[in-house]
């Protein structure tokens, strides 16, 4: 019987590049996928399936997956057999030129057609005549077998995004703003929680325009039903988008039960002008004023943003402006990026286009004050015990676990018999700018 079972798994393996959205969609692939009999690997050199869910939303995750696909020709020469599929973002901008350029790709999967993958798998085991194809008829019986829940899961509330910033590729790879059913989230959510979720992230392009197409819930209602949940620890939400945060959302964050006091709020820049020609629709006052409110209403609360450098026609007094804003304004932390050109967007055909070595100079900038503020902030942190949710063991070294506070911030501290999804308390003894050293307490 279990030599049965080892050779009736079919074995896959798949890459994510790009934002939560992709690991939220791999993970319902690989779902789907174990309903015909894959498992997932470690090792992608044993692997009969091998899929990229990629990103475009920059040119370098684009030329990292065009790196990856190439390693893979090896694989594929090694066992003709292999299936290989690239689907996600870049899979929707580029299509079938993906396979005109490596031909070693054997199918394509836009963002809008996930629903087709395991047709697509199928048709391919058959063709390939190969065993994989027989074993499917007998796998009939492994249908629907437990997937895997990890104790923080991400669920999308709506996919696509509506706002058109004039640097982004996203509204044009992910399609327009279409919002799940509240009952059809809650219900899903109440699952992964039966299953050992602790943490449940809520997930969209900009989460606060929740519901408009179906006003069956607006993003505050849903959080607050979803807050109810019994048996949910954390909730955590992303992406808001600073022109509709509504007084309302506040309040439910505030006098809710579980969600964590953290919101990530993209601001972009600092400066009307640019802030115009991204498309963003409020202003830097506007977003000042929002920050006050959150601020006042949830005084611990972790603010953290993306920020983009380089963005055409940026001038010095541009970017001086913007680091003065970050100063002001002191973020928890800032994601931040160079502008890169997306064909198809309205910036890529602006004028006064930035010189590489400018954008360079400028994040470098941008880099130093932000990690200054990030640092002198956590270092309020210091001989503090905060709770945290401990994830895994970390990159670099096996003994040292990592775990997160409800603020969102990664703390790291030495591996006794913690298991990952259990609640520890720590105590600080190294605030660092991006991360927190502590020990249990
Ligand atoms: N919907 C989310 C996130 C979108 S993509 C939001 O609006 O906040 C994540 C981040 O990538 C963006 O916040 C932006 O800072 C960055 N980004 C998007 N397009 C980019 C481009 N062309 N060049 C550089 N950074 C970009
Ligand atoms: Fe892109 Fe703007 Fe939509 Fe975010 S809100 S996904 S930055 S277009
Ligand atoms: Fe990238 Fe697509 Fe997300 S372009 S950032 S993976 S929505």
Known sequence: MLFMNKTLNKKMKILTYGCQMNVADSERMSRQLSTIGYEMIDEI?????????????????????????????????????????????????????????APHIDFVLGTGRVDQLIKIVQNLEEKNNSELGIRNLELRQLKNSAFRITHSEFIPIMYGCNNFCTYCIVPYVRGRERSRKPEEIINEIKSAVANGAVEITLLGQNV??????????????????????????????????????????????????????????????????????MNRVYTVEKYRQLVKKIRDQIPNVSLTTDLIVGFPGETDEDFNETLDFLREIKFDAAYTFIYSKRSGTPAANF??????????????????????????????????????????????????????????????????????????????????TWILKGERY
Do not use: W
């Open 351 to 432: 004028p006064d286009q930035v010189a590489d070595d400018l954008k360079h100079k400028r994040l470098q900038k941008l880099m130093d004050v932000q990690n200054e503020i990030s640092l002198e902030i956590n270092q309020h942190l210091q001989d503090q015990i905060v709770e945290i949710l401990v994830e895994c063991a970390s990159k670099n070294d096996e003994n040292i676990f990592t775990g997160r506070t409800r603020t969102n911030k990664l703390v790291l501290f030495e591996h006794n018999d913690e298991k990952p999804g259990d609640f520890i308390n720590v105590k600080i003894n190294q605030p660092q």
């Open 208 to 277: 606060n325009s929740y519901g408009k197409d179906h006003k069956l819930a607006n993003f505050a209602e849903l959080l607050t039903a979803v807050d109810k949940i019994e048996g949910l620890k954390r909730l955590r939400f992303m992406t808001s988008h600073p022109k509709d945060l509504s007084d309302e959302l506040i309040a439910a964050i505030r006098d809710g039960k579980n969600i964590c006091e953290h919101i990530h709020l993209p601001v972009q820049y600092g400066s009307d002008r640019i802030l115009q020609k």
């Open 45 to 101: 050199e044993e692997a009969d399936l091998i899929l990229i869910n990629t990103c475009c939303v920059r040119e370098s995750a684009e030329d990292r997956v065009y790196g990856k696909i190439g390693e893979i020709k090896h694989l594929k020469r090694k066992n003709p057999k292999l299936i290989f599929g690239i689907c996600g973002c870049m899979a929707q901008k580029e299509g079938d030129n993906l396979i005109k350029r």
